[in-house]
């Protein structure tokens, strides 16, 4: 499974637009790219997942150049309720899900 | 619907014991991960179970041990307690015939190993 790289932590204000990058120079012909989303003592939910190109939910929306090498989860006007840690995974449907440390994101008002 | 169930919530045991943790996947979903995380760091998987079958384990001891039963639901054993086995335990599930990596994650069993 590709190894991913991204900021250990971020910081925004209410509002503003948030852009988290994750690096995975190793990724897969077949590996996929999934953002998830964990808030304290709760289970990871999932947010968003993309092959390559654009993908856009009512949630956020996921950049991914042609190289596939990095992508980038965008976070539209969060809010203090974003605040939570973000975590970007790549691999095929079948495997098992390989967390990384993720990226805190703390929203102020 | 109900989305993925875990009992307990939180569990107190002392070194040497043992522990069973349980899990009730989405109605439909025929596939229960576990996965174990520690304060700090992203959730580690532990095994995979389809149909009943382990198709996957990750990087843990034989002191962890699990099952799926013919109504999907699964079990998570852990022998021998260690204080480093003190961790949020999380079970998720997934449909079948998935074309998604979308796991549905249950709240977790909050482990205290004393």
């Known amino acids: 499974l590709a190894k991913t790289t991204q900021p250990i932590s971020m910081d925004s204000y209410e509002g503003q637009e948030v852009n988290i990058t994750c690096s995975h120079n190793n990724i897969a012909t077949n590996d996929y790219i999934t953002w998830y989303q964990q808030f304290p003592s709760q289970g990871p939910r999932f947010i968003i997942q993309g092959y390559k190109t654009k993908v856009t939910n009512e949630v956020a929306s996921l950049f991914i150049p042609a190289d596939r090498k990095s992508s980038t989860l965008s976070l539209p006007r969060v809010s203090l309720s974003d605040t939570a840690v973000y975590y970007c995974l790549v691999g095929w449907v079948t495997d098992k899900l390989i967390f990384g440390t993720g990226t805190r994101l703390q929203v102020f008002p | ?114």
Do not use: M
């Open chain 2, 1 to 114: 619907d109900a989305g993925v169930t875990q009992s307990p919530t939180h569990l107190i045991k002392t070194r040497g014991q043992h522990v069973t943790l349980r899990c009730s996947p989405i109605s439909g979903h025929k596939s229960v991960s576990w996965y174990q995380q520690v304060l700090g760091q992203g959730p580690q998987f532990i095994f995979q179970y389809y149909e009943k079958e382990e198709r996957g384990r990750g990087n843990f001891p034989d002191r962890f041990s699990a099952r799926q039963f013919p109504n999907y639901s699964s079990e998570l054993n852990v022998n021998a307690l260690l204080l480093g086995d003190s961790a949020l335990y999380l079970c998720a599930s997934s449909p079948p015939d998935s074309a998604s990596y979308e796991q549905y994650f249950g709240p977790g069993t909050r482990l205290t190993v004393t």
